[in-house]
């Protein structure tokens, strides 16, 4: 009978003998590139596979690549003949304002402010003057500015003269859908902050106190 002592030696001998099999086969196994290294093109990667040399193949003729069968101008610009348009593309509703609400408070509030006077933290310490909503050239601007605005953004004189972009475009962050939600908004926070009281229903006006 083997005693511990004499097998030690045998189980050496083993993994001298096989061992390396198993080493082998995990140094192997990890040499395929084939995920690293794909056969795939990046973007604007040159090619051979097509006579113009391009990887980028121009749009058959009669088709519409995917999000771009865009047929509302207005509803995606905010323009009638290049000129802002005064009427929302399409029925307001509450839901919707308060979707506005939520977009609004996400997205610009941290420069406009939650109640649109331009005041707030970006603007006190981030030496930027975000436009005040209530000032009458805005109260008096067609809605359609605002959508406008939040899809271009605000440019201060011509870039290609030496002139900058103050504020930023929202159009590749907030679908065409929301930007109008917050337009409406923001129309709604200008009434709230200019009602009195023959806004507010009769039958309402005695659930304010005084
Ligand atoms: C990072 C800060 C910042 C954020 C966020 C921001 N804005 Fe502005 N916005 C500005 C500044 C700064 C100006 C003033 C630009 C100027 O007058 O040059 C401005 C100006 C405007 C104006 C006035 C344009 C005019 O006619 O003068 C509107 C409207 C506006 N923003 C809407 C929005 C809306 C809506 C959002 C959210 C989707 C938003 N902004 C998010 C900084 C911001």
Do not use: K
Not at 19 to 27: D, K, S
Not at 90 to 97: D, N
Not at 115 to 140: E, T, W
């Amino acid at each position: 009978m083997q005693t511990l002592r004499s097998r030690c030696p045998l189980m050496l001998t083993r993994f001298v003998r096989y061992g390396w099999l198993v080493l082998l086969a995990f140094a192997l196994t990890a040499c395929h590139q084939d995920m690293y290294q794909q056969p795939s093109l990046r973007t604007y990667e040159p090619t051979s596979f097509f006579e113009d040399g391009r990887s980028a193949r121009p749009q058959v003729p009669g088709t519409v690549a995917y999000g771009q069968a865009r047929t509302d101008e207005y509803l995606y610009t905010g323009l009638i003949d290049g000129v802002e348009g005064d009427v929302m593309p399409f029925a307001v509703s509450r839901e919707l304002l308060e979707r506005g609400q939520e977009q609004y408070d996400i997205w610009c509030s941290v420069c406009h402010g939650v109640a649109g006077y331009g005041q707030s933290m970006v603007a006190q310490r981030g030496g930027i003057v975000p436009a005040n909503f209530h000032q009458q050239r805005l109260r008096d601007a067609p809605i359609g500015h605002f959508y406008n605005i939040i899809t271009v953004g605000v440019y201060r004189g011509d870039p290609a003269a030496g002139g900058y972009q103050s504020m930023y475009s929202y159009a590749s962050r907030i679908a065409p859908e929301d930007r109008w939600a917050i337009a409406a908004y923001i129309r709604a926070l200008q009434l709230s902050q200019n009602a009195t009281l023959s806004d507010v229903p009769p039958d309402q006006r005695s659930t304010l106190g005084n």
